[in-house]
């Protein structure tokens, strides 16, 4: 089990920034496909973002794109999704996982973090 952790979750302005952080105190992360998850309040998990285990390729889902960044540094074993722009409407809680491989957007086979919650509100 790799016990991923979140951190940099909290409230934040309409057009604001935060970034999220996401590592594992047990296991490299380097074998692993990385992406992030969102649970609305009300609605079902859906995928944000994901990341090859060769960091080259990352895929968005459409309501994030332009707008959302995620990197991975295997040195500090530790990935990230930086959020510009923030809308009332990307407020959830986000998840990090870990996967076999990236379907789009979507990393598979996951484990997962425990989620760090983002508001977006004036």
């Known amino acids: 089990q790799l016990d991923l952790m979140e951190s940099g979750g909290g409230l934040v302005q309409p057009g604001g920034s935060l970034r999220l952080s996401c590592t594992s105190p047990?296991?490299?992360?380097?074998?692993?496909?990385l992406g992030w998850f969102r649970q609305a309040p009300g609605k079902e998990r859906e995928g944000v973002s994901c990341i090859e285990i060769n960091g080259d390729t990352t895929n968005y889902e459409d309501s994030v794109k332009g707008r959302f960044i995620i990197s991975r540094d295997d040195v500090r074993n530790t990935f990230y999704l930086q959020m510009n722009s923030l809308k009332p409407e990307d407020t959830a809680v986000y998840y990090c996982a870990a996967g076999s491989y990236c379907a789009d957007y979507i990393p598979v086979a996951v484990q997962w973090g425990r989620g760090t919650p983002v508001t977006v509100s004036s």
């Open positions: 047990r296991e490299t992360l380097e074998n692993y496909a």
